[in-house]
DNA sequence: GACACGTGGCC
DNA sequence: TGGCCAAGTGT
């Protein structure tokens, strides 16, 4: 692709973004790093409409990570409710004592750094450098691959897992620009958020369809190896998720008979305790009662 | 690279 | 209705 197509592409999404975006509480210029960190983590494989609430509670809760840090762990999991993926609210309380412990209770800004701490993978780390701080970096999440593999490569979807292709083509068309960079970034992924969705985009609102390789190819449907579905009912997960629930409910350790009521298979319901306690989500004290960790 | 890991909304 | 999907990470 011409260089000045990539750049009409560059501005086109840009302007787009500044008209369209939607007004998220951790995109406020008076939002600070810690802010963006914590809404980074919460919107892992989780809706914003639902991390929202939970992340102003958050917020004033623990202003910064030496707040968090100087809480209980078992409290970060009681206050993540029903946001799913409970163990990323103990990665976040780790995270937050190694920033209190280690970086003078400062988010650091080298995505090298940030993807040294607990929960925090490549994705995190470069989106909390680039919306915290500016720095030019290649964020590359679900929305920016598909959106990608539809512009500039003309497939339906991107591949199940991120490819080194798809990295080198987010590499590639980073804009030059530090100020673009940052925008850029923010705006493909708002792009995939809104318009350009794995199921039914918008065409019809896509500020750049006419450089779009799939729309040209005919928007053939996805052709690639099948994602394979999550199942839910009778799972561990369900199990483990039943469990840590009625310990987030319970304002206090509960007894096992109480855990014993959430789940009639015995035997998977003691291998999920185990390995919620293994996992550190939940604490035994030792006189058949349970709790969440102190 | 495959797999485990929560939860709820949508069509 | 139920499979699909949502700002992934760690093992």
């Known amino acids: 692709m011409p260089d000045n197509e990539i750049a009409s592409i560059h501005r086109r999404i840009i302007e787009w973004y ?68 409970p163990r990323r609210a103990l990665r976040l309380h780790a995270a937050a004592t190694a920033i209190a412990n280690d970086h003078d209770n400062v ?68 804009p030059d620009d530090d100020t673009d960079a940052a925008t850029w970034n923010v705006a493909v992924m708002e792009l995939g958020a809104v318009v350009c969705t794995a199921t039914n985009p918008d065409c019809g609102a896509c500020p750049v369809l006419d450089s779009c390789a799939w729309q040209r190819a005919g928007a053939p449907a996805y052709d690639g190896p099948a994602r394979k579905s999550q199942k839910w009912a009778g799972t561990d997960r369900q199990v483990r998720g039943k469990l840590l629930q009625a310990l987030r409910d319970a304002h206090g350790p ?19 305790l185990a390995g919620l306690i293994e996992d550190g989500l939940v604490e035994p004290l030792g006189d058949e009662r349970y709790a969440l960790p102190s």
Request: hydrophobic share 45%; glycine share 6%.
């Open 107 to 174: 988010v650091p800004s080298d995505p090298v750094q940030l993807q040294a701490l607990p929960g925090i993978g490549s994705y995190t780390a470069a989106a909390v450098a680039a919306f915290a701080y500016g720095v030019r970096t290649v964020v590359v999440d679900t929305n920016v691959r598909r959106v990608e593999a539809r512009l500039f490569t003309g497939d339906a979807l991107a591949a199940p897992s991120l490819t080194a292709a798809e990295s080198r083509l987010a590499a590639t068309v980073l």
């Open 18 to 85: 500044e008209r369209e975006q939607r007004p998220l509480p951790w995109r406020t210029p008076d939002c600070t790093a810690w802010g963006v960190l914590l809404s980074e983590v919460m919107a892992q494989q989780t809706p914003v409409a639902r991390v929202a609430p939970i992340w102003a509670e958050w917020l004033d809760r623990w202003p910064t990570p030496a707040d968090l840090a100087a809480a209980a762990p078992g409290e970060a999991v009681r206050h993540w409710g029903r946001l799913g993926y």
């Open 254 to 272: 509960l007894p096992r008979a109480q855990l014993d009521l959430v789940w009639s298979d015995a035997a998977q319901r003691d291998r999920c």
